[in-house]
Structures are given as C-alpha cells and as structure tokens.
C-alpha cells in the first residue's frame, strides 16, 4: 500500500519571514523529505529525515530550516526561518518506508504530496 501524503502551510512572506509546512502520512513510513521545485527546474530535496532524526539538509537552508516529525500525529514538519526570495518554490513532502540511496534522491520516495507554494518577496 502506498502511503497518502497531504502537504499544506504554504503561501506568501516577506524576505526574512518565517513559514511553517506540514506533512500528514498514513502508514508511518520511517524515511521522509522535502524537496522544492521552480519552473523549469528538476525538483532538489531540501531536508530530510529518518524515524525522528534528520539526516541532511541542503547547503543553502542549513541553519534556516529545520525539519521535524512528531509521530503521534504522523505529521512532517518544515520550519523555515529567514525565507529568502531564492527559497521561492513549489515545495513537496515525499516518503517511503525503505531508503537504499541518496535521501535527496527523488527516485527513492514512492509517495508524494500535492505541493504547496512558497513565495517570498524581497
């Protein structure tokens, strides 16, 4: 069965604003990301986690975002803290309950959220 994963907490800010997206799982997969995508771009993973430990994030968010889950709510976390215009994107949680490569390697995940857009203005 493949998990269902519904993603929300998106939207608008200002350069150095802060945004907080949320992730609902079913099936308590034990590895889960996000990843961001822009037009005409490939989609680039952005942290990500396994059971309750992050395991990477990208060079650019280190020290700006944090991710987290709280397993009795199923739920991925993604606080960002002082969102730059370059963090405008499509973002997406993905899971999957085996991991064999690279975290940040799309083709890993078997589950994907709808997305939810982050915009940031200057």
């Known amino acids: 069965e493949v998990p269902l994963v519904e993603a929300s907490g998106g939207g608008s800010v200002q350069a150095g604003g802060s945004l907080r997206l949320s992730c609902v799982a079913s099936?308590?997969?034990?590895?889960m990301a996000w990843f961001r995508q822009t037009p005409g771009q490939e989609r680039e993973g952005v942290a990500s986690?396994?059971?309750?430990?992050?395991?990477a994030y990208r060079d650019s968010v280190k020290g700006r975002f944090t991710i987290s889950k709280d397993w009795d709510k199923n739920t991925l976390y993604l606080q960002m803290n002082s969102l730059r215009p370059e963090d405008t994107a499509i973002y997406y949680c993905a899971s999957t309950f085996t991991l064999r490569g690279d975290s940040f390697d799309a083709n890993e995940y078997n589950a994907w959220g709808q997305g939810t857009q982050v915009t940031v203005a200057s």
């Open positions: 099936g308590y997969p034990l590895y």
């Open positions: 986690i396994r059971d309750q430990e992050p395991t």
